[in-house]
């Protein structure tokens, strides 16, 4: 191959790598966020797991999606979920309206995407919040936390 | 009877059917049309262990279970027993990750089981407007809507 048509061909891969939404930041739709991480999956795992303590969460509970996947026969890449919950969050929820207990805990998935990326997504609490009397501002505060977790675990 | 003793009577029983009203008034108030509640006959324990035995009567798994009750007393609130079971199996997760992965964070299922004024209650969202709202999952939703509903009548019987 020639030096032009090679540059020819590197501008072409550069501009289908950064038009490629795969490997972007993205809101999935109005309530769904993802976010690729640019760390093998246990990596992002453990980081998400440390931050997630550091913004003093609860993990009460992580099932693990890649063994329950092979319970039914499909082979699939690290993917698991974290059930996170602080109790002193609950407080405002309870106070406010007790139905919204239904939306707790909150929820992060976090999946393989390939040797080098991870990606994480979860539902914007203030989405699921917002149809509960007086925990719409509450819900923007659970967004930026979350944001933050998983803003952690990028670095 | 005499005719006082009639009256009596009606008047008892209209204030037995008011009240009822106003009991059903207040649980459709709660209720949203993405909802799903009933009223358990037992009492909350028992509601508990009855939704777990129904979840795991539909060949699904029960993940955990949030004491809502017991997380909350870590922070000296005094909160009514109140519980969220998570649930689902992978046969369900295969055909969203297969359908449109998307609709990961919607799984697993939940029920809520709460203690209110009038005895134990099973509330859950309906999975038609959760997992059910996205592009080729409609069907998984309505089907799951029934399978929800059938765990929850579990404790009606």
């Keep these: 191959m020639n030096a032009k048509r090679f540059r020819w061909l590197a501008a ?16 999935v739709s109005q309530t769904i966020i993802e976010k690729v991480i640019d760390q093998p999956y ?10 997630i303590k550091g913004a003093r969460f609860m993990i009460i509970g992580e099932p693990n999606y890649q063994q329950m996947q092979r319970m039914v026969g499909r082979e699939r890449r690290g993917a698991k979920a974290y059930f996170i919950f602080r109790p002193d969050l609950g407080t405002p929820v309870f106070d406010n309206d007790f139905n919204a207990a239904m939306e707790i805990p909150l929820k992060i998935l976090i999946y393989e995407a390939d040797a080098k990326k991870t990606i994480v997504r979860y539902k914007l609490p203030s989405s699921a919040l ?26 | 009877m005499t005719t006082a003793g009639s009256r009596m009577l009606v008047g008892v029983l209209v204030g037995c059917f008011v009240g009822a009203v106003s009991v059903a008034a207040q ?69 969203i990750f297969e359908g449109n992965r998307e609709a990961s964070p919607e799984i697993p299922l939940r029920i809520l089981v709460m203690e209110g004024d009038k005895g134990a209650m099973v509330t859950w969202v309906k999975p038609s407007t959760t997992i059910g709202k996205y592009k080729g999952l409609e ?17 009606t019987k």
Excluded at chain 2, 63 to 76: E, G, I, P
Excluded at chain 2, 139 to 155: K, Y
């Design chain 1, 12 to 27: 072409g891969l550069a501009v289908v790598a950064i038009s490629s939404p795969a490997w972007a930041d993205q809101k």
């Design chain 1, 42 to 51: 246990p990596q992002a795992v453990a980081k998400i797991e440390a931050a």
């Design chain 1, 130 to 155: 917002a149809d509960y009397n007086g925990l719409s501002a509450f819900g923007k505060d659970l967004d930026k936390m979350l944001d933050n977790i998983v803003g952690a675990a990028s670095k």
């Design chain 2, 27 to 95: 649980q459709q108030g709660m209720m949203r049309p993405d909802r799903g509640m009933v009223m358990s006959k037992y009492g909350y324990d028992e509601t508990v262990s009855r939704v777990k035995q129904a979840i795991e009567g539909q060949q699904m798994m029960v993940l955990f279970t949030a004491d809502h009750q017991q997380m909350l007393s870590m922070v000296q609130v005094k909160a009514p027993p109140m519980s969220t079971i998570e649930f689902f199996h992978p046969r369900y997760g295969k055909r």
């Design chain 2, 139 to 155: 069907s998984l939703g309505t089907e799951l809507d029934s399978t929800l509903q059938q765990i929850a009548t579990s404790v």
